[in-house]
């Protein structure tokens, strides 16, 4: 399997803001903050690879990194002519921007990251524990498999979506993730274990905002702080919710992300 161009919307004028989505519902979780972020910025969804395939009920690819997923990201750059940028990632997203800033920096202007999903760092810190562990297990049984009902409300539940796994089928969002299930079935260790050491990620200094829900799962929180810790130009910011704090409290969100862009531009 080869890196190629992802299928991208772009909307706005001015500095280009681009946004990586999680790996279960892909872009359409980004649109309502690409509306309102449009009046400022150049606003760019991507959708990765196994958002689009998993989404269209295609198995995960073995042969699908965090390599092909890193290039496509940097052929889409190329593609739409855009030097450097301001990203966004969520979850899954988030994970690939470590990777992607610790290959590219130069391309790198800021990032804000929201509850990366890099379980790999609290692996290598010694800090992963049985949920760590079970997130993994669960992800790796899927991959390249059928994704059941049943395997996508344990995702839920184990990703912090979700309090329980009975809940993740009366949350109001169900509709929405069912249709994207097999998306999961793409997150096999290639893909969501870079080849990379912690110690790497203190060569990412461009300005960080690391964003955190006050109600997420404790490794999630966790993945956060160890980046607080050893990111060298990072803040974190807490907003109330799960997992998904950013869209549960867009406009909070949408003002720090945009305050963090924007006093780059004022300091530079």
């Not at 049985?130 to 390249?144: I, N, S, Y």
């Amino acid at each position: 399997m080869r890196a190629q161009v992802l299928t991208h919307d772009v909307v706005g004028e001015g500095p280009p803001v681009v946004l990586v989505p999680g790996g279960l519902t892909g872009w359409v979780s980004w649109i309502p903050h690409a509306e309102r972020l449009a009046g400022r910025w150049q606003t760019i969804r991507v959708q990765p690879i196994h958002n689009e395939l998993g989404s269209a009920g295609q198995p995960g690819d073995p042969a699908y990194t965090a390599a092909i997923e890193r290039d496509s990201l940097n052929m889409t750059m190329d593609a739409l002519g855009i030097e450097t940028a301001d990203f966004a990632g969520w979850s899954g997203g988030g994970r690939a921007l470590l990777e992607y800033a610790i290959t590219y920096p130069d391309r790198v202007r800021t990032l804000t990251l929201i509850e990366p999903a890099a379980y790999w760092i609290l692996e290598q810190t010694g800090e992963a524990d049985r949920d760590v562990d079970d997130l993994a297990g669960l992800l790796h049984r899927l991959a390249g498999g059928t994704v059941t009902e049943d395997d996508l409300a344990e995702f839920c539940y184990r990703a912090g979506l979700t309090s329980t796994r009975d809940e993740a089928r009366r949350h109001p969002n169900w509709p929405r993730w069912v249709p994207h299930r097999m998306a999961l079935s793409w997150q096999s260790q290639r893909a969501d274990r870079p080849d990379r050491s912690v110690a790497e990620l203190s060569q990412i200094g461009c300005p960080v905002l690391l964003i955190a829900g006050t109600a997420t799962a404790p490794w999630l929180q966790r993945v956060v702080d160890v980046l607080a810790e050893r990111l060298p130009n990072a803040h974190v910011l807490e907003l109330p919710g799960d997992h998904a704090c950013h869209i549960q409290n867009i406009d909070a969100f949408l003002k720090a992300f945009e305050d963090h862009i924007a006093h780059v531009s004022r300091s530079s």
